[in-house]
């Protein structure tokens, strides 16, 4: 797609999140953007297609075999599917009933149990039971007046020594930002060490297609509850 339509196509979406956010409706457009699109992935701004690249590089040097993995706000499903190929037991979420339906019919023979589901609302059984936790572009993609219940939500479903990847774009200050999707910052991140989270690694990323946007996959190891 051309730069000029995608920008058309992000300005859209954000005054669709902005119009739900006036409702006091965080997630409410999800849906809406996945049903209108019609199952035609160029209308979604962050479809992919295909497993993001910080995913499949960090891949290249571990066995994730039989691991417990969770994909959060799964969207089309790419890298859940990457995931389970690799040889993990994958469950992957979305709020937007329409993503999830979308996965089933795009990966139709899929090892993948895909549900939908709210991450601030998940049951309790889930907690502190993952050996692998996939979240991409979530975070950013709620306002940063609810982050705190999303950070913590995703920390308390992670194993004691399991592993966390946040991929994500960041932000230099803890002044609030413009969004969607609005940048998560080091304050921010840090409220995962409350759950016993440490930073192992910070491998910065740049999207081909916006080089001045300044991303990162963060991989966390959980060392206690
Ligand atoms: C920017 S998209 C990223 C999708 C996918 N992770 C990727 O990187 O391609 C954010 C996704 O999070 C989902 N989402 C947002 N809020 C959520 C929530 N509270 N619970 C579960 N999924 C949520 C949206 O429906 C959407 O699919």
Redesign the pocket.
């Known amino acids: 797609m051309n730069e000029e339509k995608l920008n058309k196509l992000r300005q859209k979406v954000q005054d669709l999140a902005l119009e739900y956010q006036k409702k006091d409706d965080?997630?409410g457009w999800?849906?809406k953007v996945?049903s209108d699109a019609l199952e035609h992935p160029q209308e979604i701004p962050?479809?992919?297609m295909q497993p993001?690249t910080c995913l499949e590089n960090w891949l290249k040097t571990k066995n994730i075999s039989n691991k417990k993995a969770l994909?959060?706000?799964?969207?089309?499903g790419?890298?859940s599917e990457f995931l389970a190929k690799k040889g993990a037991n994958v469950t992957a979420?979305?709020?937007?009933p329409s993503?999830i339906e979308w996965c089933k019919k795009r990966f139709n023979d899929s090892s993948v149990n895909y549900l939908v589901?709210?991450?601030?609302k998940l049951d309790d059984s889930w907690k502190n039971s993952f050996d692998l936790i996939f979240?991409?572009?979530?975070i950013?993609?709620?306002p940063t007046s609810i982050r705190r219940e999303?950070i913590e939500a995703i920390a308390t479903l992670l194993k004691p020594k399991g592993t966390l990847l946040v991929?994500t774009r960041l932000r230099d200050t803890e002044d609030t930002p413009d969004g969607p999707?609005w940048p998560v910052s080091d304050g921010e991140l840090s409220q995962f060490h409350e759950y016993g989270y440490e930073e192992i690694t910070r491998i910065p990323y740049s999207d081909p297609n916006n080089l001045s946007i300044k991303q990162a996959l963060i991989e966390y190891q959980r060392k206690r509850l």
């Open positions: 965080f997630t999800f849906e996945y962050w479809a992919k993001h994909v959060i706000g799964c969207g089309l790419d890298d979420f979305d709020i937007a993503s589901a709210d991450l601030l979240e991409s572009r979530t950013q993609a709620l999303v991929v999707p």
